[in-house]
Nanobody, 125 residues
Framework: VQLQASGGGLVQAGDSLRLSCVASGSTFSRYTVAWFRQAPGKEREYVASFKFSGGYTDIAAFVKGRFTISRDDAKKTMFLQMSSLRLEDTAVYYC???????????????????WGQGTLVTVSS
């Protein structure tokens, strides 16, 4: 699976932005997908995931209520809708996919075999 993230840009605090990640391959619907981010000078961190079946989603506490993850398996695309953006949301956002992740490691980077190249989101005041 190859992933291509897009949608990043420069926005002001309080704005909304939607990131997209398009996948290649024929079995996208069978992958759990996730978003991670890495702020300048910080380690990469988990943001959200969407399990391949059952519609189960998981959102990190620091973005809960502001960010929503979704997917369109017919279009092999995943999304991260971000609203009420804050300065601290500035980061490179990465999409990831895995066919083997389980609930206990869904937030672990090592559980994801496939990664997009990242898209930069800059939030200004």
């Amino acid at each position: 699976v190859q992933l291509q993230a897009s949608g990043g840009g420069l926005v002001q605090a309080g704005d909304s932005l939607r990131l997209s990640c398009v996948a290649s391959g024929s079995t996208f619907s069978r992958y759990t997908v996730a978003w991670f981010r890495q702020a300048p000078g910080k380690e990469r961190e988990y943001v959200a995931s969407f399990k391949f079946s059952g519609g189960y989603t998981d959102i990190a506490a620091f973005v809960k209520g502001r960010f929503t993850i979704s997917r369109d398996d017919a279009k092999k695309t995943m999304f991260l809708q971000m609203s009420s953006l804050r300065l601290e949301d500035t980061a490179v956002y990465y999409c990831a996919a895995s066919s083997t992740v389980i609930r206990s490691n869904v937030r672990s980077q090592s559980a994801y075999a496939y990664w997009g190249q990242g898209t930069l989101v800059t939030v200004s005041s």
